[in-house]
């Protein structure tokens, strides 16, 4: 019981027996007879001055009865007497009070021993103690039943032990129902029944207003109106609850059922009376065999299938009112998805349909549709041929599209094709053949072209191939019998402007030359097709030095995209392939030394290198070497021979020189006797390059100032004066331009006054030596030019004019014979239109003139200071 009741109870009861108290403590000590609890009817009492409350005693109980003597009893004797208290008249309560419990003290009444019965609200009177039982607490006695059932109708009620201490509600035992082991009529009023489950064991005690009782096992009748689908094939159907086999579930599986009414069977299973769309009933099933649907449409069955809708004029459904529906004349022969069924109360399984797209279409009827394990629908037999068209689709092994292949390999080929299906997906697809009769899979047929035989179809291009095979047959038919060979083709690259799959399984191609001119079909298999005109790369690992300074080197093979080979002149790069391209030229692809591609080049603009050092360049010209640390290699696998530290001022011919692939540019070089002496970094010397370029003027300024003065007396017929100071100036005074000294020069003065005119520098000869008569000492010229100056030398006039090194305005000098007693050295300017023309203009003892070449001494050996 609730504790707030139990506080309530046990109040009232307190109350009652207080009453009673009171009132036999006030009269105590007008009864003659303590110990005894009874009162003898002969003993000289004056009844008219001892009320009935002077013979109520307390008493103590020794069996854990309410403390002053307080106890409960059930009347147990159908045939009770109940006496009123005041007169011991008989009361007729109709014998409605049996098997109730009551509050109770003993009490004597002329003499005999009676039990005084109370309630919450008054005193009921005295009755026989022979006709009660005492009950341990206020619920009283158990009164036993025999085969006697209840079903629990309340969530909220108490369930208590059999103590009638609270063990929770009776929530989870609602519309159960139990054997009745017996009933309490508790002092309240209120009526408890003691429960236990099939198996003997105690439920526990519940108010009766809690409980539905019956006579049969299988308890309370549920009335219902709800739809049940079967969902277990082998349980047993019941004529009655438990009782009577009459089926299985077998022959009903997933067919669904109108319930009127269910139980909750003693044994702990519910039973459900099933009814067919007809309204017999068809029996009993158990909970567990039947499943709750929402309408008469059934329980949802999960499936996962594909449907080809056959009827064109029934209708698929929205709702199963059968209200809401329309036509399958736009599904007719088209394929769709199944998620699920439904085997409705009417007799008839719906499939709920889904298009391609997941939108649902409604309920279908089972008998309308074509049912199949996979999406594709409905195999159709052809008998045709197609060339796929599509080289990224995938042809498929299954129409779960998860096994495929990528048509790459089959793309422009000619195949056969047997049948089709319309996919759920809303495609069509070919099942596809090869040659030899081997099955290729599904494919969508937008990825293919339908062909009227099996020679395939002409594919247009515009590709270029270059030719691998040399030994293969390029045909002019498909007959196979007029070809020519690909020899004379081997290595060059043509146009195809189409192709063709045949059935055989070969493609061909049909090539044109670069001036158009059709060449014939050739098997794709002795050419490689190439992206441009370029065509095929060819590894290789070589170097060249660019030749051509006015070529282009292309970045592409449209010609569009280019820079000039002028910056790369002469410099040295990498060759990692090369092209044969469509225009019959050879393209090298070119990286400098930092791998930076260059671009692809004619290798007419190139010449091929022996190595890193590039292609060696004939030059002839002196240098000095002016810088230490450097090596002199013997080759250019980097051998060093000598170093520069012990050559500095030293001068060397360079006869060659190489533009490495490393940036440098090395001179081959030759000691004076033209002994070969190695090669060296340019970085390491200083050029010696022609008198202009050392003096700051020019040849042609040299040839101007001289021709100016060709025919006059400006310089010719100046007269001869020989140096006799170190001052120079004396000796550079011509008749047009006399200085100070008046008119006079020598050889020397001669050639550095032109010099002066034409703009040189004269402090550059005096300036890198200090010897006597400076720049009119022609000694000076000598040390100074040979240092600072490209020259040449010769034995003889002839052997000079026969060089082809001179040309107008050069400086000659002629070294002494140094053995002779009156050695002289001489100077002038070549004066020849040609090389091979004798002439020099210089001053001589008889002045200044224009003559053939001579010295006016004896000379060992002849220089030739270029200009430029």
């Known amino acids: 019981m609730m504790e707030s009741s139990t506080s309530s109870l046990e109040t009232r009861i307190s109350s009652t027996f207080s009453s009673v108290d009171s009132k036999v403590q006030s009269k105590e000590n007008s009864i003659n007879t303590i110990e005894s609890t009874t009162v003898s009817s002969d003993q000289s009492v004056d009844s008219s001055s001892v009320t009935e409350e002077s013979i109520i005693k307390k008493t103590v109980s020794n069996n854990n009865e309410p403390i002053g003597g307080n106890f409960f009893v059930s009347i147990m004797n159908r045939d009770y007497v109940l006496l009123d208290k005041s007169n011991g008249n008989v009361i007729d309560d109709n014998k409605e009070n049996y098997q109730k419990t009551f509050a109770a003290r003993e009490a004597i009444h002329d003499g005999t021993k009676y039990y005084l019965l109370s309630t919450f609200e008054s005193e009921l009177g005295l009755i026989d103690p022979n006709s009660t039982e005492k009950a341990v607490g206020e619920q009283g006695k158990l009164f036993p039943e025999e085969n006697v059932y209840g079903s629990i109708v309340s969530d909220t009620s108490e369930l208590l032990t059999s103590d009638f201490e609270e063990n929770g509600t009776t929530e989870e035992l609602m519309d159960r129902t139990f054997e009745i082991e017996g009933f309490y009529n ?216 998860k096994t495929g292949s990528s048509t790459k390999g089959l793309c422009q080929r000619t195949y056969r094709v047997t049948g089709w299906y319309r996919h759920y997906n809303g495609s069509k697809y070919l099942s596809v053949y090869d040659n030899k009769g081997v099955w290729q899979g599904y494919l969508n047929e937008g990825g293919a072209k339908l062909v009227n035989n099996p020679g395939g179809k002409w594919n247009t291009t515009n590709q270029y191939v270059t030719i691998t095979k040399n030994n293969w047959t390029i045909w002019k038919d498909f007959n196979f019998k007029n070809g020519n060979s690909t020899k004379s083709m081997y290595q060059k690259t043509y146009r195809v402007t189409g192709w063709y799959r045949h059935y055989n399984g070969s493609k061909y191609l049909s090539v044109y030359d670069n001036k158009g001119t059709w060449q014939g079909y050739l098997n794709e298999g002795g050419a490689q097709v190439v992206n441009n005109p370029g065509g095929k790369w060819n590894a290789t690992n070589q170097y060249v030095t660019i030749t051509k300074n006015n070529w282009t080197i292309w970045k592409d093979f449209n010609f569009k995209n280019g820079t000039s080979t002028k910056s790369m002149y002469q410099k040295t790069y990498r060759v990692t392939g090369w092209y044969r391209h469509f225009n019959g030229a050879k393209y090298l692809s070119l990286y400098d030394n930092k791998g930076n591609w260059q671009g692809y080049l004619n290798e007419g603009g190139a010449a091929k290198a022996g190595g890193a050092q590039g292609t060696g360049f004939s030059t002839n010209k002196s240098v000095l070497v002016t810088k230490s640390g450097y090596s002199i290699w013997d080759n250019f696998n980097w051998k060093e021979k000598a170093r520069t530290n012990s050559l500095i001022n030293k001068t060397y011919q360079v006869k060659w020189y190489y533009r490495h692939m490393n940036g440098s540019t090395y001179y081959s070089l030759y000691e004076s006797n033209g002994k070969w002496f190695g090669y060296v970094n340019s970085d390491a010397v200083r050029e010696r390059r022609g008198v202009s370029h050392y003096l700051g003027n020019s040849r042609q300024s040299v040839i101007n100032e001289l021709s100016a003065h060709q025919n006059d007396r400006f310089y010719l017929g100046t ?89 107008k305005g050069d400086i000659i000098y002629f070294d002494p014979v140094w053995t002779d007693i009156n050695y002289d050295c001489h100077i002038g300017i070549f004066w020849g239109n040609r090389s091979n023309e004798n002439r020099i203009w210089h001053q001589v003892l008889a002045g200044n003139m224009q003559s053939h070449i001579f010295s006016g001494t004896r000379f060992s050996k002849i220089y030739l200071f270029p200009q430029d």
């Open 186 to 401: 508790h002092f309240d009023g209120t009526k408890y029944y003691s429960l236990k489950d099939s198996s003997d064991q105690p439920i526990g005690v519940v108010n009766a207003a809690a409980i539905e009782k019956s006579s049969d096992k299988a308890g309370k009748k549920h009335p219902v109106n709800d739809y049940y689908s079967i969902v277990k094939n082998d349980h047993k159907i019941w004529e009655k609850p438990g009782l009577e086999e009459i089926g299985s579930t077998t022959s009903i599986f997933e067919r669904t059922f109108n319930v009127k009414e269910w139980y909750y069977h003693y044994e702990g299973k519910k039973y459900f009376a099933i009814y067919d769309n007809g309204g017999t009933f068809k029996g009993f099933v158990g909970g567990d065999a039947i499943q709750k649907a929402s309408n008469p449409g059934g329980i949802w069955y999960d499936t996962n299938e594909y449907v080809t809708v056959t009827k064109d004029s029934l209708t698929i459904w929205k709702d199963f009112d059968f209200k809401n529906g329309n036509s399958t004349k736009s599904m007719y022969q088209r394929t769709y998805r199944v998620t699920g069924y439904y085997n409705h109360f009417n007799g008839s399984k719906y499939v709920s349909v889904y298009d391609n797209k997941g939108v649902w279409q409604g309920y279908l009827r089972a008998d309308y549709v074509d049912t199949f394990n996979t999406p594709g629908g409905k195999w159709n037999s052809t008998n045709q041929y197609i060339t796929v068209t599509k080289n990224n689709w995938t042809i498929w092994k299954d129409f779960n599209f």
């Open 719 to 807: 007269p001869y004066r020989g140096l006799s100071s170190s001052n120079p100036e004396p000796f550079l005074s011509p008749y047009g331009a006399p200085n100070g000294y008046g008119p006079g020069m020598n050889c020397t003065g001669f050639v550095a006054y032109v010099m002066r005119r034409s703009g040189g520098n004269l402090n550059r000869i005096s300036g890198i030596t200090q010897g006597w008569g400076s720049y009119a000492n022609a000694y000076n010229w000598r040390d100074a030019l040979m240092r600072n100056t490209e020259y040449y030398t010769f034995g003889s006039v002839d052997a000079l004019l026969r060089s082809g090194k001179a040309q």
